[in-house]
């Protein structure tokens, strides 16, 4: 007697397979637009790539499909609701921009012109993100095709951001424009990737970030080291010292009240990142670095996904030509970046490094400090209803378990987070070899159809365990 999830597998599976094809066709022409956001020769590509995203979102089957103007490129949204009024309302985000690409830079075949070698497709975008965002587009078809549906098991909304990979710079501005249409009690983000092909992840957690400059000025220009050096004081060796002063012999970074609100690891997230199969010495490799360091007491990849870190990114002063000029420099400066996580409040943490800074600078030195525009950290529980629905809709995609990583970069998910008040979710098939932002960029169709699949499967899963009460 055949089991009713097995059965279910089978008809989307069938039903994938059947229109695999017309699938792949759809993304090639997508993929052949080259919406390149950081190129203002490229404007017109990018509301192309919108139009035609809206277009195939309606022929999809989505009764809503809009294009949003921003000040700058725009957005996609897209909503089809379901008919059940219990069911949740589920928003997918992802970005069709992509990032800049030509033959020259190294592409064994136009990055605009897909082409599949090996199973595996190439063309700037396949990966990121427009590969993740179209497998929603089959995914939502399989699901309707298997259950018998007209509507989602869910009401779902997608925004598909059109300058991500320039920043986002009016992402925020849109979403809170746009909030009331944007509601929604979960959040899923194709943006994103598994640990390796052979290992299933599902990521549960982004760091937010916090960035600063700090100008010092001493002498109001360059003076003479030999008649006052000694004598006054100088910026230069001022930011060494504030940069030596950052952390402890530890690791761990000593601006006061830096870890206020930080969500430790728990016993069993730290048990679940040890499962991984990491290989310190390949990471290392990748990382063009020759010895691990970082917080004492944690692993590497404790580091990177959930703990707060503080980092230099640029440091400068005084003369830098060839040979030597004996001054003592009128100013030096340094720039900082702050990756924050769960539980940590951006505008704490600047209000710390500035109380700090006034505390290490000496007399005779006057200071500036300049933050950017701060992203929160986002994190969802292991036991949250959407984030387990996820995991078996992907564990029935791939048949394997499915293990749990977090992401140690930073991105705007964070700021439909902050503005709706749902967790944000990550449902992502990209592997590290696709080489995001390198040419050569590529997704393998295998785990693209995974995708679609997994997409397949969510919908009914979520709908089926975590429901409104009426």
């Known amino acids: 007697m055949s089991h009713p999830v097995d059965n279910a597998v089978s008809a989307v ?13 759809d993304l090639v022409d997508w993929l052949r637009i080259p919406s390149v956001s950081a190129q203002p020769d490229h404007a017109t590509d990018v509301h192309r790539s919108a139009d035609w995203l809206a277009a195939k979102l309606k022929e999809t089957g989505f009764p809503t499909a809009e294009v949003w103007p921003t000040e700058g490129a725009p957005a996609v949204f897209a909503e089809w609701p379901s008919a059940d009024p219990q069911a949740p309302t589920i928003l997918v985000y992802g970005h069709h921009d992509v990032q800049p690409a030509a033959r020259e830079d190294g592409w064994n075949s136009d990055p605009f012109e897909p082409v599949v070698r090996e199973n595996r497709l190439y063309a700037r975008g396949a990966a990121d993100d427009k590969g993740q965002v179209f497998f929603h587009t089959l995914g939502v078809r ?24 320039s920043g986002s710079p009016h992402f925020r501005a849109l979403v809170d424009e746009r909030a009331e249409r944007l509601t929604a009690d979960a959040v899923i983000v194709s943006d994103t990737g598994m640990w390796s092909e052979d290992t299933p992840t599902v990521c549960t957690g982004m760091r937010g970030l916090a960035e600063c400059e700090i100008r010092l000025h001493g002498p109001d220009q360059d ?10 004081p100088n910026p230069a060796t001022a930011v060494a010292r504030l940069v030596a002063a950052l952390h402890d012999e530890h690791a761990r970074v000593t601006i006061p009240g830096f870890y206020d609100g930080v969500i430790e690891l728990t ?7 040890a499962e991984l199969p990491f290989d310190e010495r390949q990471w290392l490799h990748t990382a063009k670095s020759h010895a691990a360091h970082g917080e004492a007491g944690h692993t590497t990849l404790e580091r990177v996904w959930a703990r707060p870190t503080a980092e230099v990114n640029g440091i400068g002063g005084g003369y830098q030509g060839p040979g030597s000029k004996t001054v003592i420099p009128s100013s030096a400066m340094v720039k900082l970046s702050f990756r924050l996580v769960a539980g940590q409040d951006p505008d704490h943490v600047e209000k710390a490094v ?8 000496p007399a005779g030195i006057r200071c500036g400090v300049t933050f950017s525009g701060a992203t929160r950290p986002c994190l969802t529980p292991l036991d949250h209803p959407a984030l387990q629905s996820v995991v078996r809709a992907m564990g029935r995609a791939f048949g394997k378990p499915v293990r749990f990583t977090r992401e140690g970069g930073s991105g705007p998910a964070a700021d439909l987070q902050e503005v709706l008040g749902a967790p944000v979710l990550f449902l992502g098939i990209s592997v590290p070899s696709d080489g995001w932002h390198a040419p050569d960029e590529k997704v393998e169709l295998d785990l693209l159809l995974k995708g679609v699949e997994t997409s397949a499967h969510l919908w009914g899963d979520l709908a089926e365990h975590w429901r409104h009460e009426p």
């Open 142 to 165: 399989a699901h309707l095709a298997a259950t018998g549906r007209t509507t989602p098991a869910v009401s779902l909304k997608l925004l598909i951001e059109g300058e991500e990979e």
């Open 354 to 361: 500035r109380a700090w800074v006034v505390e290490q600078v």
């Open 267 to 273: 016993d069993r997230e730290r048990e679940l990142f």
């Open 223 to 232: 003076i003479h080291s030999g008649s006052f050096g000694g004598a006054v």
């Open 13 to 25: 599976r069938t039903y994938i397979e059947r229109h695999r094809a017309a699938f792949l066709d």
